[in-house]
């Protein structure tokens, strides 16, 4: 932790991929009722500041990595990056798909980079990682979506003594062998999230389908028991409280054992626009219904995301093969 601060990237790569926001189309709001003017006390996030941030970020920027943590803008960032902690985002960060809820760019992105797995293991062993997660831009246009890359990745992880790993994985456009190759690396939990309820699928994920991403949790839960299966979901977004009881039935019904829940904060006017601010009420509730079906973890907060403390969440699931 003794290296200079530094923020400038060591290399052009992320110019070269062309890292410029694409205007995306206006959403209209699909209820008549107005918002608050401002964020209730509940949705204070902690400002990005302090030594540790810094040198999180100064390890990251030497070794040329992007984290979902700073290319989707998350709300968590001060609290992560003070704890040492990132969630490492593999593949690039130029997206094949154009989610209308996501701030990570779309576009064309660059060849995969084969000294990346040994970079994210590199930074994961400075700061001090015990648990690794990672997650991944869509690349739809590779013949294996990116699975090897990150089964690659996940090994390179596993050399550091001790060291556990979480993957966030796209749909691989439903492709089975893909889906295998990940899982044949030995991930510790292996994590797709669903996004939304049915209804709102083609409005929130129009490059998805809610039918293949449940078969995705259910392959994993039935391929491979003694490793956890994943999602989270987003709220705020249009659906109703009996929609979402509907999407943990679904994802109980798929062998899901971990669940996060969390409110859905728009990047932008381009983006979806924000329907509700979900009381904190609510997500008890939502907690406590996940739990009643069986649903082993059930993190549901408003600043509740994928990754967000992973690894008190993965320790409190206990598999017995």
């Known amino acids: 932790m003794s290296e200079p ?8 790569r992320r110019t070269q991929a062309g890292e410029k926001r694409k205007p995306l189309r ?36 030497t070794l040329d990595l992007h984290t979902v943590c700073e290319s989707a803008n998350c709300p968590n960032i001060g609290d992560c990056f003070s704890r040492h902690t990132a969630t490492f985002l593999i593949l690039g960060n130029i997206c094949t798909r154009a989610c209308p809820f996501c701030d990570i760019r779309n576009g064309k992105p660059l060849p995969v980079d084969p000294e990346e797995p040994r970079r994210v293991a590199d930074a994961s062993r400075r700061l001090g990682l015990k648990y690794v997660v990672v997650t991944s831009v869509n690349r739809d246009e590779l013949p294996d979506g990116g699975s090897a890359h990150f089964a690659e990745t996940i090994r390179a992880i596993h050399e550091i003594p001790g060291a556990r790993v979480e993957v966030l994985i796209p749909d691989f456009l439903g492709d089975e062998d893909a889906l295998r190759t990940v899982l044949d690396a030995r991930p510790d939990v292996l994590n797709h999230n669903m996004e939304t309820v049915k209804r709102l699928y083609k409005r929130v994920r129009p490059a998805g389908r809610y039918e293949r991403s449940l078969e995705l949790l259910q392959n994993v839960a039935r391929w491979t028991p003694d490793i956890p299966a994943k999602s989270g979901l987003m709220v705020g977004l249009g659906e109703t409280v009996e929609e979402v009881e509907e999407l943990l039935r679904d994802l109980h019904a798929h062998g899901v054992s971990m669940v996060t829940v969390g409110q859905y904060l728009p990047p932008s006017g381009s983006h979806l626009p924000l329907e509700r601010f979900v009381t904190p009420a609510e997500f008890e509730h939502y907690r406590e219904y996940g739990r009643s079906l069986g649903i082993r973890q059930v993190a549901s907060a408003p600043l509740v995301r994928s990754s967000f403390h992973a690894e008190e969440q993965a320790g409190q699931i206990v598999f017995v093969s």
Request: hydrophobic content about 35%; glycine content about 2%; overall charge positive.
């Open 5 to 12: 601060i530094a923020f400038s990237l060591p290399s052009d």
């Open 26 to 61: 206006a959403y209209e709001r699909l209820s008549p009722e107005p918002l608050p003017p401002r964020r209730p006390d509940w949705l204070r996030a902690r400002i990005p500041t302090g030594k540790a941030y810094l040198e999180t970020k100064s390890i990251l920027r």
